[in-house]
């Protein structure tokens, strides 16, 4: 798998990179033909801070209190958290950053301590991959649960423009990965056609079969 990976600059920093990978994936809602390869992004300083500086110039304009971090975003969330405290409306303002917590049956949810972080605040969701939009709708059940207010939905990768009405933001779109598709199991065409996983994809990354 690995060798067929290609390299892809974000428009306008070419600091900020993914990696994507021709295949037959499969995650726990939907096949895909691609796997993006966000790792450096997610867990080396320099890219995620050049990524955080890129997502936080679409939002100097707009009040957030606090950040919802999914999908193993929260390098990228802390220093997104701290280019919104630099400028514009949120200057000086203390961005909380926040992960939530799966429970038994798979829902996001927030203990006592930190409902209080989301109750009544402005709330940004920060997501690494979009590929149908099932894990923000879970998301969004979440927050309206908690009282929460979005305000924008921030990504590095998004096969989609919107999720109920809410734009997202992301670094890298359709526009970079043109042939990106995403299935249902029983639709895929590359099962119909014999062709066999590479990999099961999740947000942690791949395991191949």
Known sequence: ??????????????????????????????????YVDITSLKTGYKMAKEAAKALAATYVSTHIDTIICLEGTEIIGAF???SLGESGINSGADVNVVTPELN?????????????????KQVLLLIASVSTGKSINRA?????????????????????????????????????????MTYTSSECPMCKSGQKVDALVNSFGYSKI
């Open 140 to 180: 969004m059940d979440c927050l309206k649960y908690y009282n929460g207010n979005l305000v924008g939905i921030a990504s590095i990768f998004s096969a989609i423009k919107e999720n109920n009405g809410t734009a997202i933001h992301a670094l890298f779109t359709e526009k970079d990965l043109p042939d990106y």
């Open 104 to 120: 038994a049956v798979n829902q996001m949810i927030f203990r006592d301590n930190t409902q209080k972080k989301i109750w009544g």
């Open 80 to 82: 997104l958290a701290e």
């Open 1 to 34: 798998m690995e060798e067929r990976m290609q390299i892809i600059q974000a428009a306008g920093n070419s600091k900020i990179q993914i990696g994507v990978i021709p295949g037959h994936y499969a995650t726990n809602h939907s096949h895909i033909n691609y």
